[in-house]
């Protein structure tokens, strides 16, 4: 994925911030509608044996994140994007590696969103996200809501 100049960037940005490079996180995909991450079981394990719960929470909000950004990115606007609120179900236990994808949730389009970003300076997205298995059942689940604010 590091072959697109925007990943590399994402990419790059992710792994400058000690406590996500910690995650081990890695780009699996991007199409424009979705992010994909992925990031080893063997850095989230918890007491039980599977994946810590604060971990795919973590990485659910930093595809999100990244989805929203690459986006603000994409169309050349300046911008801080942050996570205002989010709700995360867990549905079970994961016992493999961590892929997540994130992906638009709401009514309101990028077109809408990132209108609202130039001529308001402020911006929101609602973005869900999930983490499955191997089985490509859901483990966690995510809704959150991101705004961007301009620079400037």
Same mark, same amino acid.
């Given at each position: 994925?590091?072959?697109?100049?925007?990943?590399?960037?994402?990419?790059?940005?992710?792994?400058?911030? &000690? &406590?996500?490079?910690?995650?081990?996180?890695?780009?699996?995909?991007?199409?424009?509608? *979705?992010?994909?991450?992925?990031?080893?079981?063997?850095?989230?394990?918890?007491?039980?044996?599977?994946?810590?719960?604060?971990?795919?929470?973590?990485?659910?909000?930093?595809?999100?994140?990244?989805?929203?950004?690459?986006?603000?990115?994409?169309?050349?606007?300046? *911008?801080?994007?942050?996570?205002?609120?989010?709700?995360?179900?867990?549905?079970?236990?994961?016992?493999?590696?961590?892929?997540?994808?994130?992906?638009?949730?709401?009514?309101?389009?990028?077109?809408?969103?990132?209108?609202?970003?130039?001529?308001?300076?402020?911006?929101?997205?609602?973005?869900?996200?999930?983490?499955?298995?191997?089985?490509?059942?859901?483990?966690?689940?995510?809704?959150?809501?991101?705004?961007?604010?301009?620079?400037?």
């Amino acid at each position: 994925m590091a072959h697109d100049p925007a990943l590399a960037w994402l990419d790059a940005h992710y792994q400058a911030m &000690p &406590p996500v490079a910690a995650l081990g996180v890695s780009i699996a995909g991007y199409d424009g509608d *979705a992010l994909r991450l992925r990031a080893p079981l063997a850095l989230h394990v918890n007491d039980k044996g599977c994946a810590f719960g604060g971990s795919m929470a973590s990485l659910m909000t930093l595809a999100g994140w990244g989805l929203f950004t690459l986006h603000v990115r994409a169309v050349g606007l300046d *911008a801080d994007v942050f996570v205002a609120d989010s709700s995360v179900k867990f549905r079970q236990p994961l016992y493999a590696d961590l892929a997540v994808e994130a992906w638009r949730a709401g009514d309101e389009t990028w077109d809408d969103a990132l209108a609202a970003l130039r001529t308001r300076g402020r911006a929101r997205m609602f973005i869900a996200a999930c983490v499955r298995g191997t089985d490509g059942v859901v483990a966690a689940e995510s809704r959150a809501r991101f705004v961007a604010v301009a620079k400037g």
